[in-house]
C-alpha cells in the first residue's frame, strides 16, 4: 500500500486536497455559514480591496491600516448613498401608490364584484349538489388571517431581522479591517496552522487558482457589461429618465446573487402593475425575463473560456452548486470548478523536462 501511494503521490495528494476543499465548503455552506457569514463577507471585500491598499502603500507609502480604513469609508459612503436613493425612490412610489390608493381599492372592488355576479350566475348553472365559494369570503378569511397571527408572525421577524443585520454589518466591516490590515499576519497563521501536505498542495495550485480567478471576474465584468447594456436599452424604451444610472446599477446588483437584479426589478414591476402603469410593469418584467434568459445562456459559455473549462462542466458547476447551497451555489459552484481546474492542470515537472 505504501508503495502504491508512494508511486502515485502526486495524484493521491491532489485526490485527497480535492476531497477536504470539497467537504470544507459543504460544512461552510450549510452548516456554519449562519455562524460565520459577516466573517466569509469580510473577508470577500478585503480581498476586493487588496490591488486599491496594495496600490495606496506602496504608491502613497499610507499605512496598510490607514488604507483599510480609508477604503471602507469610501466603500460605507458608496453603499449608504445607493441605499438611500433606492429609500428614497421606493418612499415616493410608496406614496403615490398610497394617494391614489382609494381609487385603485374602488376599482379593484367593482372588478371584484362583477367577478362575482359571473360566479353566482356560473353557480347557478351547475347542479344543486355542487357548492363554489364566494370569493368575497376567501379574501376576507385570508386578509384577516394575515392581519391577525400573520401579522404578528411578520412584525416578529422583522423586528429580529433588522437588529441582526445591522449587527452582522457592524462585524462584516470591523472582520474586513482586520483582514485588510493584518493580512500578513492572519495568512501565515493559516499557513502555520495547514498540514504539510495540504499546503504543499495549496502553493503548487495557487498560479493556475490565479488564473482561473482572473478568468471567472473577467467572465463576471462581460456579463455585467451586457447587463448594463440590456438594462440601459430597456429603460431607455420605457423612457425612464435615469436609464444609465439605473443600468449601471442593475449590471453592478446582478453580479451579487444573494441580491440580484430581481430584488429591484420585481418589486418595482408590482408597484408599476398597482399604480396602474401597465405598460412600465410588463416592460420592466420583459426586461427582467430577457436578462434572466440571457445570463442563463451566456454564463457557462463565458464562464468555460475564460476559466478555460468545457461549458458543459461550467453548466453543471452552477446548477449542482445552486441545487446544493441555493442561490450562493451560483458562486459557489463555479468557485469549486476553478479549484478542481486549478488541481488538475498543475503538473509537476515531468522526468523528461528535469533530464
Known sequence: MYEFYRLNKQKIDRILFLILITVVVYLLFTTLFNFLAPFIFGLLIALLAEPLVRLAVNRLKWKRWVASLVFLLLFIGIISSIGVWLVITLANQVEAFVTSAPEHIE?????????????????????EDMDIPNIQDMMLSVVTSFLGDGAIGHGMRIATVIPNFFLNTIIMLISAHFFIADRDVIFAAIRKACPKWALGQTSQIKKGLSKAMG??????????????????????????????????????????????IGAVLIPWALVSFAMGNVYQGVGLAIMYGVITIVRQVLQPKILGDQMGAHPLASLMSIFIGFRIFGLLGLVIGPSLLMIFVAIFETQEPTTEGKK
Not at 367577478?115 to 353566482?120: G, I, K, Q
Not at 462581460?222 to 448594463?228: A, Q, T
Request: proline share 3%; no cysteine.
Open 107 to 127: 376599482a379593484f372592488s367593482e372588478r371584484l364584484d362583477a367577478f362575482n355576479a359571473w360566479m353566482l350566475r356560473f353557480q347557478e348553472s351547475l347542479p
Open 215 to 260: 478568468g471567472y471576474f473577467r467572465a463576471q465584468y462581460i456579463l455585467m457589461m451586457i447587463i448594463g447594456i440590456i438594462s440601459i436599452a430597456g429603460l431607455l424604451i420605457l423612457r425612464n429618465e435615469y436609464a444609465l444610472f439605473l443600468g449601471l446599477l442593475f449590471a453592478a446588483l446582478d453580479f451579487l446573487p444573494i441580491v440580484g
